[in-house]
């Protein structure tokens, strides 16, 4: 008979977990509304310098928004934003962000994306340190033989890992990551999850990263602490700090029985949150139409 396994979660509570005051990123009573609709709803939330966080829910729940928020690209109806003590009141260089869609400029080649990117991050630095720095990151995404290619010449997964060598070439000490390898396949999935955690792990100092994505496993194998926003508005639901000690091998992570146990914890809590909004949705139509 196979063992029972139990892993502690957190309990449900929204207050900030990280005892930290001007250090890292601050989200505090964090609101945001879209035409008057909630989106995102009393979001507390502490990321001490060098985290790596993953902010994990369903579609619809507000991870692109608030990532958006964190980046500057988007202005929060209530609440405060903050990094390292100083209010994000617009986008930054310190912040540097991997977006779904790619954002590369359509008429540059791949190298010349980044190569752009860098002078603007390091003004100081000549043509050729920029190139140089442009190619080792796209053949550390295993795009080396691309570099000179334009974005419509590259399927959806390349122009993707393009965009992440972008981001991982500025060196921003903040990298906001939004769903980056949905469009990969699995192999390069793996590939690119294992690089962005290298480079995160050997940065001096380390980065602070905040991940958004659907992926419970993902969300296990990447960060030491998890998020969890529910939706219709998006708020938080639970977070956890995950317990597996660094580095993680895949191979060994995924087959034990306390990653197992931990990802079905997760997904239950998913659950039970589905129900519960669903429960409270038939109550309020049941008062609407007077049952």
């Keep these: 008979m196979a063992r029972a396994v139990t892993v502690t979660m957190n309990s449900t509570d929204t207050r900030p977990t990280n005892s930290i005051s001007d250090s890292g990123l601050k989200v505090e009573a964090l609101r945001f509304a879209y035409n008057g609709t909630p989106v995102l709803l009393d979001i ?140 990969l396949d699995p192999v390069n999935r793996a590939r690119l999850q294992d690089l962005v955690l290298d480079v995160w792990a050997n940065a001096s100092p380390r980065k602070t990263v905040v991940f958004v994505t659907h992926d419970i496993e993902e969300s296990l194998f990447l960060a030491d602490r998890v998020v969890m926003l529910g939706a219709s508005p998006g708020r938080i639901i639970q977070e956890l700090r995950v317990p597996f000690a660094r580095p993680r091998s895949r191979r060994t992570l995924a087959g034990s029985p306390e990653f197992l146990a931990l990802r079905e914890q997760v997904a239950e809590r998913f659950r039970q949150d589905t129900l519960q909004r669903i429960e409270a949705e038939s109550v309020v139509s049941g008062e609407a139409e007077g049952i």
């Design 44 to 183: 507390n939330l502490a990321v001490a310098e060098g985290e790596f966080v993953c902010l994990l829910g369903p579609s619809g729940c507000g991870k692109t928004t608030f990532l958006r928020l964190l980046a500057g690209l988007e202005t929060l109806s209530s609440g405060n934003l903050s990094w390292k003590g100083r209010p994000i009141t617009g986008p930054s260089l310190e912040r540097s962000v991997v977006f779904q869609d790619y954002s590369l400029f359509p008429w540059m080649s791949l190298v010349n994306n980044i190569t752009l990117a860098l002078a603007k991050s390091h003004p100081e630095t000549d043509k050729k340190w920029r190139l140089n720095l442009a190619e080792e990151f796209l053949e550390k995404v295993g795009l080396a033989d691309a570099a000179r290619k334009h974005p419509f010449e590259l399927s959806g997964g390349m122009q993707q890992r393009g965009a992440i060598a972008r981001t991982l070439a500025l060196g921003s000490p903040v990298m906001l990551m939004d769903e980056p390898f949905g469009a």
